[in-house]
């Protein structure tokens, strides 16, 4: 049975910073793309980074470019998302999932983990 479990959530203020560590387990961790998502209340859930399997090449969303990192660690079965610089508009629930290689869609996903940046 595959799981995701993200941790790392919080309350932050504007400028702050948090790191989000999803966990996997229940799959061949290193096969699989891990990216994050996240969904504001009202809002349609939006990528916001993605790292490829062996962690040599990632993806971001304009809007957390300079600010979000995401990092893997394959011995660990963990994937992070470092946020710093953090906005209000931040403000969302936060998932990992995983993608296995050749496929479009991700197969798996976390049940989520919140952030809430004050201002």
């Known amino acids: 049975q595959v799981q995701l479990v993200e941790s790392g959530g919080g309350l932050v203020q504007t400028g702050g910073s948090l790191r989000l560590s999803c966990a996997a387990s229940?799959?061949?961790?290193?096969?699989?793309?891990m990216g994050w998502f996240r969904q504001a209340p009202g809002k349609e859930r939006e990528f916001v980074a993605s790292?490829?399997?062996?962690?040599?090449?990632?993806y971001s969303d304009d809007s957390v470019k300079g600010r979000f990192t995401v990092s893997r660690d394959n011995t660990k079965n963990t994937v992070y998302l470092q946020m710093n610089l953090l906005k209000p508009e931040d403000t969302a629930a936060y998932y990992c999932?995983?993608?296995?290689?050749?496929?479009?869609?991700?197969?798996?996903w976390g049940q989520g983990t919140q952030v809430t940046v004050s201002s």
């Open positions: 999932a995983a993608k296995g290689i050749g496929n479009q869609e991700y197969d798996y």
């Open positions: 229940g799959l061949t961790f290193s096969r699989y793309i």
């Open positions: 790292i490829n399997w062996i962690g040599g090449r990632t």
